[in-house]
């Protein structure tokens, strides 16, 4: 009897160990997993009938706002709805009570709510005279650049990312497929589990913010990062070297050629190349005359293989191979944007914005301001660097050599009467036959004698051909109708 109950009494004892130890483990390791998993509804549950504050457009559009609900039976006193519908929906993001939020909704929920520190101290005297301690947001991106880029891009799977390069701020931040965000947050229960079962089976994965949570590969528009470290290196200039005539560039260690497009001969200085997307120069240049090493620590300087300080959730990573140190062929690939190369529409965007930023990239951000219901100031952004990957004496070199590409290169469908532009196209070939091609063009434009005021990049995915005009011919007159709009209200 006394063994039985010394068993009984020791399986006890472990059975509360295990307890104990799962609970802390629970409270402690995994804490911040839990909270932060979207699907975890529990703050959500908690926020739904918490006061919400709105957000609007950079041109005063109303994006998101809490509104009562039109059900007097249902356990929830407000509803939160989106006016734009799919138009802002990978801005706002959604903020369900099944699926939890996603986008700004995700990112600034405390502020929205009135939750931070600073607004909690504020609102201390609200507590006597009946106000909702809420921050209304403003974001950068227009509603006007918004739609001019939805149009024009259509039914096309792609991204449209537009930015300030003098402060980071994102003016237009658009990707097809999209969703409508009343979809998900209505109180409807079965409506809005409909509704997300739809858009996971929906093909492109419409709930993915694709400008700046995917990456694909950039093709030529990557030759500009390319010319930059070679310029930042020393090992390059806009006289020397100058890369023979040829039709195509075979690397070390293999036999492949790197053909141009459709067997044409080009070579000559970083303009001239840049010009023409020469892709046997790029490849050269990469391989043989800055080498390995410096192309890994020059496109890690341009933001490969690093996390992106944007104010959104699960940015993606652009990559540049480090394997290539030791990789000839793979090298000569990467150089012209090809081989394991990937980048997000928002990475190719900053690109361009730094090279009209005099060699500054500064953190990409879509707030602008918050402030509580009575319009005091509660937070704002300041623009800020994040990287410095090239001089201003090289950047203003590669900015140049990009106006080159626009006035008489692949890029002329960039060009807009009065203005100064710098481009490059890109034409990421997917190796099939007939041939398909994610089609890219990125650039840049402004005042003439003046900074750039905007910086673009457009993907256009899975399109007939592969040549290196089909980004200009695609991808180019999104990327013109954007600049243009932005450059009439700057």
Known sequence: MNRNIRRLGVALMLCYVALF????????????????????????????????????????????????????????????????????GHVTGYFSFQFG????????????????????????????????????????????????????????????????????????????????????????????????????????????????QDRYFPGSTFKVVTGSVGLETGTVTNDEPSYPFVSGYTAPQTDLVISNFGGRVCGGTLPEILAVSCNSSFAQMGTETIGGELMVQGSESWGFNRDVPIDMPAPAQSFFPPDVVSNPPKLAQSSIGQSDVQATPLQMAMVAGAVANGGTMMRPHLMTEIRNRQGSLVDEADPEPWLTPLSPTNAETMRVDMIGVVEDGTATALRIPGFEVGGKTGTAQLGTDPPRSHTWIIGFAGPPGQPATVAVAVVVLDQDGGSEATGGRVAGPIARAVLEAALARP
């Open 101 to 212: 939020a996603s986008g700004l909704e995700r990112e600034y929920s405390e502020e929205l709510t009135g939750q931070t520190f600073g607004q909690q101290v504020r609102g201390f005297a609200d507590l006597f005279v009946a106000n909702e301690n809420v921050g209304n947001m403003t974001v950068s991106v227009r509603q006007d650049l918004q739609q001019i880029a939805r149009d024009q891009l259509g039914e096309r799977e792609g991204s449209v990312v537009a930015i300030d390069p003098r402060t980071g701020e994102i003016l237009s931040f658009w990707s097809y497929p999209t969703f409508d965000p009343n979809a998900l947050s209505g109180t409807d229960i079965e409506a809005t589990e409909q509704a997300w079962a739809l858009y996971n089976l929906a093909p492109g994965t419409p709930l993915r913010a694709h400008q700046y």
């Open 21 to 88: 130890v799962k609970l802390n483990w629970i409270q402690v390791i995994d804490a911040d997993d839990l909270a932060n998993n979207p699907l975890n509804t529990a703050p959500i549950r908690q926020d739904f009938n918490r006061a919400r504050g709105a957000i609007t457009s950079g041109d005063g559009v109303l994006l998101a706002e809490s509104i009562p609900n039109p059900d007097v039976d249902s356990e929830f006193d407000r509803l939160r709805v989106y006016p734009e519908g799919e138009l802002f």
